[in-house]
Protein backbone atom coordinates (compact mmCIF):
# COMPACT_ATOMS: atom_id res chain seq x y z
CA UNK A 1 0.00 0.00 0.00
CA UNK A 2 1.42 3.51 -0.89
CA UNK A 3 1.20 6.50 1.40
CA UNK A 4 -1.53 7.73 -1.11
CA UNK A 5 -3.87 4.62 -0.38
CA UNK A 6 -2.61 4.92 3.48
CA UNK A 7 -3.50 8.74 3.53
CA UNK A 8 -6.70 8.01 1.90
CA UNK A 9 -7.83 5.24 4.07
CA UNK A 10 -6.95 6.67 7.41
CA UNK A 11 -8.87 10.29 5.75
CA UNK A 12 -11.85 7.76 4.86
CA UNK A 13 -11.82 6.62 9.17
CA UNK A 14 -11.69 9.95 10.19
CA UNK A 15 -15.17 10.46 7.83
CA UNK A 16 -16.39 7.31 8.65
CA UNK A 17 -15.98 8.49 12.09
CA UNK A 18 -16.86 11.95 11.86
CA UNK A 19 -20.16 10.92 10.79
CA UNK A 20 -20.85 8.11 12.80
CA UNK A 21 -20.43 11.33 15.75
CA UNK A 22 -22.27 13.29 13.92
CA UNK A 23 -25.07 10.46 13.33
CA UNK A 24 -24.88 10.20 17.03
CA UNK A 25 -25.37 13.71 17.41
CA UNK A 26 -28.53 13.97 15.80
CA UNK A 27 -29.59 10.91 17.32
CA UNK A 28 -28.91 12.17 20.77
CA UNK A 29 -30.51 15.67 19.38
CA UNK A 30 -33.62 14.18 18.38
CA UNK A 31 -33.81 12.22 21.74
CA UNK A 32 -33.67 15.76 23.16
CA UNK A 33 -36.31 17.18 20.71
CA UNK A 34 -38.82 14.32 21.53
CA UNK A 35 -38.28 14.74 25.33
CA UNK A 36 -38.39 18.78 25.10
CA UNK A 37 -41.78 17.73 23.15
CA UNK A 38 -43.09 15.54 25.49
CA UNK A 39 -42.38 17.80 28.59
CA UNK A 40 -43.97 20.80 26.47
CA UNK A 41 -46.94 18.12 26.01
CA UNK A 42 -47.20 17.72 29.93
CA UNK A 43 -47.70 21.27 30.71
CA UNK A 44 -49.82 22.08 27.70
CA UNK A 45 -52.04 19.04 29.11
CA UNK A 46 -51.49 20.57 32.86
CA UNK A 47 -52.41 23.97 31.24
CA UNK A 48 -54.93 22.78 29.49
CA UNK A 49 -56.44 20.70 32.33
CA UNK A 50 -56.11 24.44 34.49
CA UNK A 51 -57.83 26.08 31.90
CA UNK A 52 -60.70 23.88 32.33
CA UNK A 53 -60.61 23.59 36.18
CA UNK A 54 -60.94 27.31 36.10
CA UNK A 55 -63.81 27.24 33.56
CA UNK A 56 -66.02 25.09 35.21
CA UNK A 57 -65.51 27.03 38.48
CA UNK A 58 -66.63 30.09 36.05
CA UNK A 59 -69.19 28.10 35.04
CA UNK A 60 -70.33 27.12 38.58
CA UNK A 61 -70.21 30.48 39.77
CA UNK A 62 -72.48 31.78 36.24
CA UNK A 63 -74.94 29.76 36.64
CA UNK A 64 -75.01 30.01 41.03
CA UNK A 65 -75.63 33.59 39.95
CA UNK A 66 -78.13 32.82 37.70
CA UNK A 67 -79.57 31.09 40.01
CA UNK A 68 -79.71 33.80 42.72
CA UNK A 69 -80.77 35.98 40.22
CA UNK A 70 -83.88 33.87 38.90
CA UNK A 71 -84.28 33.37 42.97
CA UNK A 72 -84.28 37.42 43.63
CA UNK A 73 -86.84 37.81 40.64
CA UNK A 74 -89.43 35.43 41.94
CA UNK A 75 -88.68 37.11 45.64
CA UNK A 76 -89.37 40.59 43.89
CA UNK A 77 -92.43 40.17 41.89
CA UNK A 78 -93.76 37.69 45.08
CA UNK A 79 -93.04 40.77 47.10
CA UNK A 80 -95.00 42.98 44.62
CA UNK A 81 -97.67 40.81 44.52
CA UNK A 82 -98.19 40.13 48.58
CA UNK A 83 -98.00 43.93 49.22
CA UNK A 84 -100.70 45.66 50.71
CA UNK A 85 -100.42 48.27 48.75
CA UNK A 86 -100.60 48.99 44.79
CA UNK A 87 -96.99 48.53 42.74
CA UNK A 88 -96.88 50.19 39.59
CA UNK A 89 -93.38 49.89 37.34
CA UNK A 90 -93.16 52.67 34.85
CA UNK A 91 -90.29 52.68 32.31
CA UNK A 92 -88.55 56.45 31.76
CA UNK A 93 -91.26 57.38 29.18
CA UNK A 94 -94.65 56.90 31.38
CA UNK A 95 -95.23 53.21 30.16
CA UNK A 96 -96.69 50.86 32.65
CA UNK A 97 -94.22 47.55 32.48
CA UNK A 98 -95.66 45.85 35.51
CA UNK A 99 -98.86 46.37 37.77
CA UNK A 100 -99.45 44.07 40.90
CA UNK A 101 -102.84 42.51 42.09
CA UNK A 102 -103.55 45.43 44.51
CA UNK A 103 -103.22 47.89 41.82
CA UNK A 104 -106.22 45.72 40.05
CA UNK A 105 -108.33 45.40 43.00
CA UNK A 106 -107.74 49.45 43.85
CA UNK A 107 -107.97 50.72 40.40
CA UNK A 108 -110.77 48.35 39.28
CA UNK A 109 -108.52 47.34 35.63
CA UNK A 110 -107.77 43.95 34.29
CA UNK A 111 -103.44 43.48 34.50
CA UNK A 112 -103.99 43.64 30.47
CA UNK A 113 -106.12 46.73 30.26
CA UNK A 114 -103.54 48.82 31.50
CA UNK A 115 -100.06 47.22 31.14
CA UNK A 116 -98.26 48.97 28.17
CA UNK A 117 -100.57 52.22 28.54
CA UNK A 118 -99.14 55.49 29.91
CA UNK A 119 -99.45 55.82 33.55
CA UNK A 120 -101.74 59.50 33.02
CA UNK A 121 -104.53 56.44 32.64
CA UNK A 122 -104.53 56.24 36.50
CA UNK A 123 -104.76 59.82 37.28
CA UNK A 124 -107.89 62.64 37.09
CA UNK A 125 -107.49 64.21 33.83
CA UNK A 126 -106.79 67.61 35.76
CA UNK A 127 -103.39 66.12 36.63
CA UNK A 128 -102.49 64.68 33.31
CA UNK A 129 -100.56 67.68 31.74
CA UNK A 130 -98.11 68.42 35.02
CA UNK A 131 -97.65 64.96 35.34
CA UNK A 132 -95.87 64.49 32.27
CA UNK A 133 -93.25 66.88 33.37
CA UNK A 134 -92.98 66.44 36.73
CA UNK A 135 -92.09 62.44 35.85
CA UNK A 136 -89.82 63.80 33.13
CA UNK A 137 -88.14 65.77 36.32
CA UNK A 138 -88.13 62.65 38.31
CA UNK A 139 -86.09 60.39 35.44
CA UNK A 140 -83.45 63.13 35.45
CA UNK A 141 -83.24 63.22 39.11
CA UNK A 142 -83.96 60.37 40.24
CA UNK A 143 -84.58 59.56 44.26
CA UNK A 144 -86.80 57.67 46.68
CA UNK A 145 -89.30 60.15 47.86
CA UNK A 146 -93.11 61.11 48.49
CA UNK A 147 -94.91 62.38 45.98
CA UNK A 148 -95.91 65.28 46.89
CA UNK A 149 -97.62 66.39 49.66
CA UNK A 150 -100.70 67.97 50.84
CA UNK A 151 -104.32 66.71 50.42
CA UNK A 152 -104.21 66.82 46.52
CA UNK A 153 -103.24 63.32 45.25
CA UNK A 154 -105.80 61.72 43.92
CA UNK A 155 -106.27 58.08 42.04
CA UNK A 156 -108.51 57.52 39.27
CA UNK A 157 -110.59 54.36 39.00
CA UNK A 158 -111.40 52.38 35.36
CA UNK A 159 -115.49 53.60 36.33
CA UNK A 160 -114.11 57.28 36.56
CA UNK A 161 -113.90 57.93 40.11
CA UNK A 162 -111.79 59.49 42.31
CA UNK A 163 -110.08 58.59 45.55
CA UNK A 164 -107.27 60.09 47.52
CA UNK A 165 -103.62 58.39 47.77
CA UNK A 166 -100.36 58.67 48.81
CA UNK A 167 -97.78 57.39 46.63
CA UNK A 168 -93.81 57.02 47.17
CA UNK A 169 -91.62 56.72 44.12
CA UNK A 170 -88.45 55.10 43.90
CA UNK A 171 -86.21 54.70 40.98
CA UNK A 172 -84.79 51.18 40.30
CA UNK A 173 -81.90 50.69 37.45
CA UNK A 174 -81.80 48.21 35.25
CA UNK A 175 -79.95 47.31 31.61
CA UNK A 176 -83.06 48.75 29.64
CA UNK A 177 -82.89 52.18 31.65
CA UNK A 178 -84.09 54.05 34.56
CA UNK A 179 -87.31 52.27 35.99
CA UNK A 180 -89.43 54.09 38.77
CA UNK A 181 -91.32 51.98 41.37
CA UNK A 182 -94.72 53.25 42.53
CA UNK A 183 -96.18 52.54 45.46
CA UNK A 184 -99.84 53.69 45.74
CA UNK A 185 -101.78 53.56 49.13
CA UNK A 186 -105.73 54.27 49.26
CA UNK A 187 -105.88 56.72 52.30
CA UNK A 188 -109.68 56.93 51.79
CA UNK A 189 -110.11 55.83 55.66
CA UNK A 190 -107.55 57.68 56.53
CA UNK A 191 -108.48 60.87 55.37
CA UNK A 192 -111.69 60.51 56.71
CA UNK A 193 -110.60 59.60 60.40
CA UNK A 194 -108.44 62.57 59.60
CA UNK A 195 -111.63 65.17 58.56
CA UNK A 196 -113.48 63.66 61.76
CA UNK A 197 -110.47 64.48 63.85
CA UNK A 198 -109.88 67.98 63.16
CA UNK A 199 -113.46 68.72 63.35
CA UNK A 200 -113.89 67.14 66.42
CA UNK A 201 -110.54 69.20 67.64
CA UNK A 202 -112.14 72.64 66.44
CA UNK A 203 -115.08 71.83 67.85
CA UNK A 204 -113.31 71.12 71.67
CA UNK A 205 -111.01 74.29 70.69
CA UNK A 206 -114.41 76.38 70.51
CA UNK A 207 -115.92 75.03 73.53
CA UNK A 208 -112.12 75.56 75.43
CA UNK A 209 -112.70 79.58 73.93
CA UNK A 210 -116.13 79.49 75.42
CA UNK A 211 -115.32 78.27 78.61
CA UNK A 212 -112.37 80.66 79.09
CA UNK A 213 -115.03 83.63 77.76
CA UNK A 214 -117.27 82.30 80.81
CA UNK A 215 -114.08 81.90 83.28
CA UNK A 216 -112.73 85.48 81.90
CA UNK A 217 -116.28 86.99 82.53
CA UNK A 218 -116.96 85.61 85.90
CA UNK A 219 -112.97 85.82 87.61
CA UNK A 220 -113.86 89.82 86.11
CA UNK A 221 -116.67 90.14 88.01
CA UNK A 222 -115.84 88.41 90.97
CA UNK A 223 -112.50 90.56 91.67
CA UNK A 224 -115.10 93.29 92.40
CA UNK A 225 -116.89 92.19 94.98
CA UNK A 226 -113.64 90.64 96.73
CA UNK A 227 -112.00 93.90 96.60
CA UNK A 228 -115.29 95.74 98.59
CA UNK A 229 -114.52 92.61 100.84
CA UNK A 230 -111.08 92.94 101.31
CA UNK A 231 -111.69 97.39 101.62
CA UNK A 232 -114.17 96.89 104.42
CA UNK A 233 -112.61 94.20 106.24
CA UNK A 234 -110.07 97.12 106.06
CA UNK A 235 -111.85 99.62 107.04
CA UNK A 236 -113.27 97.69 109.99
CA UNK A 237 -110.02 96.46 111.45
CA UNK A 238 -108.42 100.63 111.16
CA UNK A 239 -111.59 102.67 112.40
CA UNK A 240 -113.30 100.21 114.70
CA UNK A 241 -109.61 98.63 115.94
CA UNK A 242 -110.47 100.14 119.63
CA UNK A 243 -113.92 98.33 120.13
CA UNK A 244 -112.24 94.97 118.43
CA UNK A 245 -110.92 92.37 120.68
CA UNK A 246 -108.25 90.47 119.97
CA UNK A 247 -110.36 87.45 118.42
CA UNK A 248 -112.37 89.83 116.44
CA UNK A 249 -109.08 91.58 114.94
CA UNK A 250 -107.98 88.21 114.30
CA UNK A 251 -111.03 86.94 112.25
CA UNK A 252 -110.76 90.28 110.02
CA UNK A 253 -107.39 89.59 109.03
CA UNK A 254 -108.36 85.67 108.49
CA UNK A 255 -110.45 87.53 106.12
CA UNK A 256 -108.43 89.87 104.35
CA UNK A 257 -106.01 86.41 103.72
CA UNK A 258 -108.47 84.31 102.17
CA UNK A 259 -109.61 87.67 100.34
CA UNK A 260 -106.40 88.18 99.14
CA UNK A 261 -105.91 84.12 98.42
CA UNK A 262 -109.36 84.38 96.28
CA UNK A 263 -107.69 87.58 94.67
CA UNK A 264 -104.23 85.00 93.63
CA UNK A 265 -107.34 82.92 92.32
CA UNK A 266 -108.77 84.97 90.24
CA UNK A 267 -105.60 86.35 88.96
CA UNK A 268 -104.53 83.03 87.75
CA UNK A 269 -108.08 82.29 86.35
CA UNK A 270 -107.94 85.17 84.45
CA UNK A 271 -104.36 84.20 83.16
CA UNK A 272 -105.22 80.99 82.33
CA UNK A 273 -108.38 81.91 80.42
CA UNK A 274 -106.13 84.60 78.34
CA UNK A 275 -103.96 82.00 77.19
CA UNK A 276 -106.54 80.51 74.36
CA UNK A 277 -108.89 83.72 74.31
CA UNK A 278 -105.58 85.86 72.98
CA UNK A 279 -103.86 82.79 70.98
CA UNK A 280 -100.06 83.41 71.55
CA UNK A 281 -98.27 85.66 69.21
CA UNK A 282 -94.64 84.49 68.33
CA UNK A 283 -91.49 86.00 67.90
CA UNK A 284 -88.13 85.59 68.03
CA UNK A 285 -87.12 85.61 71.92
CA UNK A 286 -83.65 85.64 73.08
CA UNK A 287 -84.07 83.10 75.97
CA UNK A 288 -80.60 84.50 77.58
CA UNK A 289 -82.60 88.29 78.20
CA UNK A 290 -85.48 86.25 79.61
CA UNK A 291 -83.93 84.15 82.35
CA UNK A 292 -81.77 87.35 83.17
CA UNK A 293 -85.05 89.33 83.44
CA UNK A 294 -86.37 86.67 85.36
CA UNK A 295 -84.27 86.26 87.92
CA UNK A 296 -84.40 90.17 88.14
CA UNK A 297 -88.41 89.57 89.08
CA UNK A 298 -87.56 86.70 91.62
CA UNK A 299 -84.11 88.52 92.95
CA UNK A 300 -86.15 89.15 96.59
CA UNK A 301 -86.97 85.11 96.99
CA UNK A 302 -83.26 84.45 95.70
CA UNK A 303 -81.95 86.84 98.07
CA UNK A 304 -84.03 85.32 100.94
CA UNK A 305 -82.98 81.85 100.36
CA UNK A 306 -79.57 82.29 99.44
CA UNK A 307 -80.87 80.68 95.98
CA UNK A 308 -77.83 79.84 93.06
CA UNK A 309 -79.26 79.87 89.70
CA UNK A 310 -77.29 78.65 87.41
CA UNK A 311 -77.75 78.62 83.68
CA UNK A 312 -75.03 75.56 82.08
CA UNK A 313 -75.48 75.73 78.91
CA UNK A 314 -75.89 78.39 75.74
CA UNK A 315 -80.09 79.58 75.84
CA UNK A 316 -80.43 79.21 72.23
CA UNK A 317 -83.27 82.08 70.36
CA UNK A 318 -86.96 80.91 70.26
CA UNK A 319 -89.29 81.23 68.18
CA UNK A 320 -92.15 81.70 70.67
CA UNK A 321 -94.66 84.08 72.63
CA UNK A 322 -92.39 86.12 74.40
CA UNK A 323 -94.70 87.21 77.41
CA UNK A 324 -95.78 83.50 78.04
CA UNK A 325 -92.26 81.77 77.91
CA UNK A 326 -91.39 84.15 80.32
CA UNK A 327 -94.64 83.06 82.60
CA UNK A 328 -92.79 79.61 81.88
CA UNK A 329 -89.19 80.04 83.36
CA UNK A 330 -90.92 82.38 85.94
CA UNK A 331 -93.18 79.84 87.44
CA UNK A 332 -90.50 76.79 87.29
CA UNK A 333 -87.81 78.91 88.73
CA UNK A 334 -89.74 80.23 91.70
CA UNK A 335 -90.92 76.88 92.11
CA UNK A 336 -87.50 75.81 92.38
CA UNK A 337 -86.92 78.34 94.90
CA UNK A 338 -89.98 77.65 96.94
CA UNK A 339 -90.43 73.90 97.13
CA UNK A 340 -86.87 73.46 98.45
CA UNK A 341 -85.94 73.34 102.24
CA UNK A 342 -81.91 73.64 101.55
CA UNK A 343 -80.23 76.15 100.17
CA UNK A 344 -81.69 75.94 96.59
CA UNK A 345 -79.15 75.18 93.43
CA UNK A 346 -80.96 75.72 90.41
CA UNK A 347 -79.74 74.47 87.48
CA UNK A 348 -81.02 75.97 83.54
CA UNK A 349 -79.96 73.98 80.77
CA UNK A 350 -80.74 73.58 76.56
CA UNK A 351 -80.61 71.49 73.75
CA UNK A 352 -81.24 70.53 70.37
CA UNK A 353 -83.04 67.46 68.80
CA UNK A 354 -84.66 66.86 65.87
CA UNK A 355 -87.06 69.75 65.59
CA UNK A 356 -86.92 70.67 69.38
CA UNK A 357 -85.15 72.66 71.24
CA UNK A 358 -84.79 70.89 75.02
CA UNK A 359 -85.26 72.82 78.49
CA UNK A 360 -84.08 71.72 81.80
CA UNK A 361 -84.70 72.95 85.01
CA UNK A 362 -83.15 71.09 87.59
CA UNK A 363 -83.80 72.02 91.10
CA UNK A 364 -82.17 69.96 95.20
CA UNK A 365 -85.35 70.10 96.41
CA UNK A 366 -87.89 68.30 98.18
CA UNK A 367 -89.12 66.33 94.86
CA UNK A 368 -91.92 64.56 94.02
CA UNK A 369 -93.14 61.11 94.20
CA UNK A 370 -94.07 59.64 91.32
CA UNK A 371 -97.62 58.85 91.24
CA UNK A 372 -97.94 62.61 91.24
CA UNK A 373 -95.87 64.05 88.93
CA UNK A 374 -99.00 63.57 86.14
CA UNK A 375 -101.25 65.58 88.44
CA UNK A 376 -99.80 68.45 89.69
CA UNK A 377 -99.96 69.66 86.13
CA UNK A 378 -103.60 69.81 86.53
CA UNK A 379 -105.35 72.97 87.99
CA UNK A 380 -105.22 73.82 91.60
CA UNK A 381 -103.60 70.46 92.37
CA UNK A 382 -101.43 70.40 95.36
CA UNK A 383 -99.49 68.52 97.39
CA UNK A 384 -99.43 70.73 100.48
CA UNK A 385 -101.21 73.19 102.65
CA UNK A 386 -100.63 76.89 102.75
CA UNK A 387 -98.64 76.77 105.90
CA UNK A 388 -95.87 74.50 104.61
CA UNK A 389 -95.98 76.05 101.16
CA UNK A 390 -97.95 78.92 99.68
CA UNK A 391 -99.43 79.17 96.35
CA UNK A 392 -102.09 78.60 94.18
CA UNK A 393 -101.55 75.30 92.47
CA UNK A 394 -102.44 77.06 89.23
CA UNK A 395 -98.68 77.59 88.02
CA UNK A 396 -97.85 74.49 86.30
CA UNK A 397 -101.48 74.18 84.74
CA UNK A 398 -100.40 77.79 83.51
CA UNK A 399 -96.89 76.25 82.23
CA UNK A 400 -98.46 73.05 80.49
CA UNK A 401 -101.21 75.52 78.57
CA UNK A 402 -98.50 77.72 77.61
CA UNK A 403 -95.69 75.26 76.50
CA UNK A 404 -98.53 73.49 74.53
CA UNK A 405 -99.96 76.06 73.10
CA UNK A 406 -96.74 76.82 71.85
CA UNK A 407 -96.22 73.56 70.20
CA UNK A 408 -94.25 71.97 72.98
CA UNK A 409 -94.62 69.36 75.68
CA UNK A 410 -93.49 70.02 79.38
CA UNK A 411 -93.49 66.82 81.97
CA UNK A 412 -90.99 66.33 85.13
CA UNK A 413 -88.58 63.73 86.57
CA UNK A 414 -88.17 63.22 90.42
CA UNK A 415 -87.51 61.41 93.53
CA UNK A 416 -88.67 62.43 97.03
CA UNK A 417 -85.95 64.46 98.42
CA UNK A 418 -83.76 63.78 96.08
CA UNK A 419 -84.72 66.90 93.59
CA UNK A 420 -86.93 67.75 91.02
CA UNK A 421 -86.32 68.44 87.19
CA UNK A 422 -88.75 69.91 84.86
CA UNK A 423 -88.16 69.59 81.27
CA UNK A 424 -90.20 71.41 78.27
CA UNK A 425 -89.49 71.35 74.47
CA UNK A 426 -90.54 74.20 71.91
CA UNK A 427 -90.21 73.79 68.51
CA UNK A 428 -87.65 75.01 66.82
CA UNK A 429 -89.61 76.86 63.72
CA UNK A 430 -88.68 80.01 62.34
CA UNK A 431 -85.70 81.73 63.00
P1 LIG B 1 -98.18 76.21 93.38
O1 LIG B 1 -96.72 76.47 93.21
O2 LIG B 1 -98.98 77.44 93.40
O3 LIG B 1 -98.48 75.29 94.50
P2 LIG B 1 -97.96 74.78 90.92
O4 LIG B 1 -99.01 74.45 89.92
O5 LIG B 1 -96.83 75.61 90.43
O6 LIG B 1 -98.70 75.43 92.09
O7 LIG B 1 -97.40 73.42 91.46
C1 LIG B 1 -98.30 72.39 91.82
C2 LIG B 1 -97.68 71.50 92.86
O8 LIG B 1 -96.60 70.77 92.32
C3 LIG B 1 -97.04 72.26 94.01
O9 LIG B 1 -98.02 72.60 94.97
C4 LIG B 1 -96.03 71.27 94.53
O10 LIG B 1 -96.65 70.34 95.35
C5 LIG B 1 -95.56 70.56 93.27
N1 LIG B 1 -94.31 71.16 92.76
C6 LIG B 1 -94.21 72.05 91.75
N2 LIG B 1 -92.91 72.34 91.53
C7 LIG B 1 -92.18 71.61 92.38
C8 LIG B 1 -90.79 71.48 92.66
N3 LIG B 1 -89.87 72.14 91.97
N4 LIG B 1 -90.40 70.61 93.62
C9 LIG B 1 -91.34 69.92 94.32
N5 LIG B 1 -92.66 70.01 94.14
C10 LIG B 1 -93.09 70.85 93.19
Redo the contacts with the bound molecule.
Sequence with gaps: MNSYETRTKSELIKIIRSLEKKQGKTAEQRKDKTARRERADEAFEVRVQERTAELETINQALRKEMAARQRAEEQFREMIESAPDAIVIVNGQGKILRVNGETMKMFGYQREEIVQQSVEVLLPDRYRGGHIGHRDAYVVHPQTRPMGVGPDLFGLRKDGSEFPVEIRLSPMKTDEGILVISVIRDITERRAVEDTLRLQKKLLEEKVREMDDFVHVVSHDLKEPLRGIDAYAGFILEDYADRLDDEGKRYLNALRTSALRMNHLIR?LLTLASISRKGSTRASVNLKEVVAEVKHDLDFAIQQKGAKIRVISKLPVVYCDPTQIREVFK??L???I???ERTPVVEIAAREEGEFHYFS?K?N????ESR?TEQ??GL?????NQED???????????KKMVEGNGGTIW?E?QPGE??T?FFTLPKGER
Design positions: DNLSNAKFNIDGIGIYIFFERLHFEGTGAGLAICVSGSF
